[in-house]
Each structure stands twice: as C-alpha cells, then as structure tokens.
C-alpha cells in the first residue's frame, strides 16, 4: 500500500463481470496516474483467482481475501469501507470477474456508495468494455453498474485491444445500453489499438516486467524507441484521465 502525504480523498472501483477485458490493466494504468498526481494513494486487489494488480511492487497493493464459497466475506470488506471512510487517501480498488455479483450484491444491501456519497468520499466505477466478442458481455456488466448508481461517477474503459468498440455500424456511444444510462457516464478513457508489433510489444514487455510507465521509461530493459513508444502511451492515458477531473484535489 503507498502512502504519500496528502489530503484528499475517494474511491475507485473497478468492476466487471467479464474475465481477461482488461479490470487489472485499468487498475493498474489508473493508479500510476494518481502515484504521479502525488495523491495518498491505497491500493488493494480482491481477485481471488489472479492478483494482477498486486504484482507491480511500485503500486503496493495489498491483497485482499474479500470471498468465501464465493460468498463475501463481509467482516473483510466492511473493514476496507471503514478505512475509506476514515483514512484520508485515495484508494483503488481492483476486482476479479468472480466477486462482481457478490460485490455488487454487497454494494446495493449495504447502501455502500450513498454511505460514502453522504460522508463527502468521492465514488467512481470503472467499467470495461471491450470489442470483439466480449462486446455483449462487457455491455451487460455497464447496464448492471448503471443501476447500482445515481450519480453521473462511472467510468468506461474503452478497450480496443480485441478490436473496434462497434456493432451493426453503432459506435459505443450510441449502442442503447450507452444511450440508456448516458447520464450515469462521467467520461471515457479509450485504451486504443496499437500496432502489435511496435506499441503492442512494449507495453506487454513492461506489464510482464511489473513496471510502471515511469519504471519503464527509466529501465536499461528498454531500448530508446521503446521509452519514446511508453511515454507516447502515457502520455494520452494520463492526459484523457486530466480529463475527468476526478476531483481530488490536484
């Protein structure tokens, strides 16, 4: 877990009921951003099955056992909501594909996000979608999130990694189930197609690494063109995420 002084404070959350869409990926991109932002940042990764998010040592993120016979371990998370509340930080919050129903079970029983809403805590829901054929799955998760929320705090990652974000000729932003909840969406952050053999390359062999982009960048592991290729990513990620004006305090 990093801590770095600050005042500021919030949640991410990062949900989805599909698997291998890229949850941990966003994760992982969006808590090197707030590391940059010098937030006080806390991170934890709850995947039972995968503890992506936990293996890049510069993120600190502490694993945490949250399911039981893929029940929640309520103990567990009303812990972690406790922290939140009282812990001025900045935490994310990763988590795997098996735990979104019991999550968003917890989430909507509990009334979790008005109880962080009404205590001043900053909530945003980051969502995956992805083209190719997740597209429909990935959709379906969005729906669910939407109708957990009231507020306009949710996040799409647009991962065009699988392919363009289309179906019928519709980009996302006018398929119904975008158009439906349009008023639950604070912004998008789009994870574009790089040529795999350039781009593509390095930011696996950077993700294998464990490394951050400003790990990477510095690394002797990386030639010149590839530390222009990971800044250039960078650089559009972080800017898109300036975008959102997440509202903590930078």
């Known amino acids: 877990m990093s801590e770095i002084t600050g005042g500021q404070s919030g949640v991410h959350i990062i949900l989805q009921g599909k698997g291998g ?27 039972p099955v995968n503890q992506t998010f936990a293996s890049f040592p510069a993120l600190r993120a502490t694993h945490l056992n949250i399911l039981i016979n893929n029940r929640i371990n309520e103990q567990a998370f009303d812990t972690l909501i406790e ?11 990763d988590n ?32 995956v979608v992805t083209g ?20 306009q705090n949710i996040i799409i990652w647009k991962n065009e990694y699988f392919g363009e974000v289309t179906a019928n000729g519709k980009s996302l932003e006018e398929m119904k189930a975008f158009v439906t909840h349009r008023d639950k969406v604070r912004g998008i952050v789009t994870l574009k197609e790089q040529n795999p053999d350039t781009f593509g390359r390095d930011l ?12 990477g960048i510095k690394s002797e592991q990386f030639f010149i063109m ?25």
């Not at 922290?83 to 919050?93: A, F, H």
């Open 132 to 151: 190719g054929q997740a597209l429909t799955d990935t959709l379906s998760g969005f729906d669910a999130l939407a109708k957990m929320t009231t507020a």
């Open 21 to 47: 869409v890229g949850k941990s990926l966003s994760a992982i991109l969006l808590a090197q951003y707030l590391l940059e932002k010098k937030v006080g940042l806390s991170c934890f990764d709850t995947d």
């Open 83 to 93: 922290k939140i509340l009282t812990d001025k930080s900045v935490y994310v919050v």
């Open 226 to 250: 590839e530390k222009s290729r990971l800044h250039r990513m960078q650089r559009d990620i972080f800017s898109q995420l300036d975008a959102l004006d997440l509202n903590h305090g930078f």
């Open 96 to 127: 795997g594909a098996s735990s979104f129903i019991p999550i968003g079970n917890y989430l909507i029983q509990n009334d979790v996000l008005s109880l962080l809403g009404d205590a001043g805590v900053p909530v945003f829901i980051h969502c």
């Open 204 to 215: 696996r062999k950077m993700l294998a690494a464990g490394l951050t982009f400003a790990e």
